[in-house]
């Protein structure tokens, strides 16, 4: 699929388009601060709840997930259009149920399962904006957008370097971007695998986890390839762009 515009936008448009990022941004990690107040708790203090051999093995399982998601998403989309967001949202919805309900021995063999459905739901809102997903430098932004905050982080939205993070597509560059968004992924889904296992909510829990993050990771994927299309339309380098809605996350 080809970005075709008539004409570069005006001045005016880029604002207003840059204040709708901006205002997506800050919405998104919303339906997480109220799950995460439901549970009475706070994100730094979920990773506590983890079984030390869970948290030792996050990041590995973390990292293999991602790889594993790279080759199982873009087999799936051969065999598989992509899905309308709700049917991504039901899937990631079910899994966190199937892994509240059956606790700790399942945790980090839900993982690969669960980041390839977010990494399908993240390909499909890049098309919505008329990116190919095949393409290389469209697939590395894709997992790009996986070392935003996370849902439960409770900042006014201004963590946006996952924005501005810039690494050479040359020999290895996944390998190497894998292994920088890894930890920060781990540590977001050590969050939701201690948060969907809260005693006595269980499956319930579970699900409710999954669905916000299915919801926010789409949110986010929206912010990042809105602005690349952005950057398209108004013939405004992308980097140039960032800044700006950056300043506006800043912003009181």
Not at 24 to 31: I, K, Q, S
Not at 61 to 76: C, D, F, K, M
């Amino acid at each position: 699929m080809e970005i075709l515009t008539a004409a570069p936008l005006t001045p005016a448009q880029v604002e207003a388009e840059l204040d709708k990022l901006a205002a997506r941004y800050r919405a998104a990690g919303g339906l997480g601060i109220r799950l995460l107040n439901l549970l009475g708790g706070q994100a730094e203090t979920l990773l506590d709840r983890l079984p030390a051999p869970v948290r030792a093995g996050l990041d590995g399982a973390t990292a293999q997930g991602l790889e594993l998601a790279l080759y199982a998403a873009a087999r799936s989309r051969t065999a598989l259009p992509d899905r309308r967001p709700w049917l991504n949202t039901a899937a990631a919805t079910a899994m966190g149920a199937a892994g509240g309900f059956a606790g700790w021995s399942s945790t980090l063999v839900e993982l690969p399962a669960t980041i390839t459905v977010l990494l399908r739901a993240i390909q499909g809102v890049a098309a919505e904006h008329g990116f190919d997903p095949g393409v290389e430098n469209v697939r590395f932004d894709c997992i790009r957008v996986f070392s935003a905050a996370g849902p439960l982080h409770s900042d006014d939205g201004a963590d946006t370097g996952f924005l501005s993070l810039r690494l050479t597509l040359s020999g290895g560059a996944m390998h190497r971007l894998i292994a920088s968004v890894a930890p920060r992924l781990a540590t977001v889904l050590g969050q939701k695998l201690a948060a969907q296992t809260v005693p006595v909510l269980g499956a319930v829990t579970g699900a409710g986890v999954n669905y916000v993050y299915a919801q926010y990771y789409r949110e986010i994927a929206h912010v990042h390839f809105g602005l690349r299309r952005l950057a398209v339309e108004a013939g405004i380098p992308e980097p140039l762009l960032t800044q700006r809605l950056q300043k506006r996350m800043l912003r009181p």
